[in-house]
Nanobody, 116 residues
Framework: QVQLVESGGGLVQPGGSLRLSCAASGFTFSSYFMRWYRQAPGKERKLVATITNAGGTTTYLDSVKGRFTISRDNAKNTVYLQMNSLKPEDTAVYYC?????????WGQGTQVTVSS
């Protein structure tokens, strides 16, 4: 079955950095776009970043452009989100997402808290 397991979240001070990882299995990883979403308390889940199957094209939420970088290693079936210059408004649960066979699959999420 499809499995997505996020890791790397935690507590960080404003201006700090974290790198999130999502380990994927149960589908042909290199055939699909991968995405990161986040959901802050009381807010809707929002698309943060997308990467094409070969990793050649990426897109970002406007508020994270220049600070976050999505990447993937198809040999390791892993997608990453490098998060720099973190702000309190980045605080959220971050989720990995893929859409094989025409349906969405999600990881369990990893908490990112940006606070002094």
């Amino acid at each position: 079955q499809v499995q997505l397991v996020e890791s790397g979240g935690g507590l960080v001070q404003p201006g700090g950095s974290l790198r999130l990882s999502c380990a994927a299995s149960g589908f042909t990883f290199s055939s699909y776009f991968m995405r990161w979403y986040r959901q802050a308390p009381g807010k809707e889940r929002k698309l943060v970043a997308t990467i094409t199957n070969a990793g050649g094209t990426t897109t970002y939420l406007d508020s994270v452009k220049g600070r976050f970088t999505i990447s993937r290693d198809n040999a390791k079936n892993t997608v990453y989100l490098q998060m720099n210059s973190l702000k309190p408004e980045d605080t959220a649960v971050y989720y990995c997402n893929v859409r094989p066979w025409g349906r969405d699959y999600w990881g369990q999420g990893t908490q990112v808290t940006v606070s002094s």
